[in-house]
Nanobody, 123 residues
Framework: VQLQASGGGLVQAGGSLRLSCVVS????????VAWYRQAPGKEREIVAA???????FYTDSMKGRLTISRDNAKKTVYLQMNSLNPEDTAVYYC??????????????????WGQGTLVTVSS
């Protein structure tokens, strides 16, 4: 299973970005997919996730500014980020975990990971 994250870049404060995570290998519709981020000098943290049936999770610090969605036909998960601020500067990673319908757990360090995409928000 391989994950390819893209869509990062430099944006001014208040701007928006849409990240994409393409998952190849396995059965995409079975995957829960999460976005994590790691800022310089900080631990990696989860920001959003979408389960195989479409249920979503958002971290409190970014709730209201994020929308996560999935397109099973394109094997892609999107993360729309709005009202970005310099504190959102980080490398954003996507992670995937194959789940059964009743499993609500989210991808973690032991699951499949992409290479990350850098988001830089200037003030």
């Amino acid at each position: 299973v391989q994950l390819q994250a893209s869509g990062g870049g430099l944006v001014q404060a208040g701007g928006s970005l849409r990240l994409s995570c393409v998952v190849s290998g396995g059965t995409f519709s079975r995957y829960a997919v999460a976005w994590y981020r790691q800022a310089p000098g900080k631990e990696r943290e989860i920001v959003a996730a979408i389960r195989r049936a479409g249920g979503t999770f958002y971290t409190d610090s970014m709730k209201g500014r994020l929308t996560i969605s999935r397109d099973n036909a394109k094997k892609t998960v999107y993360l729309q980020m709005n009202s970005l601020n310099p504190e959102d500067t980080a490398v954003y990673y996507c992670a995937a975990k194959s789940t059964i319908l009743t499993d609500t757990s989210l991808p973690s360090e032991s699951d499949y990971w992409g290479q990350g995409t850098l988001v830089t928000v200037s003030s």
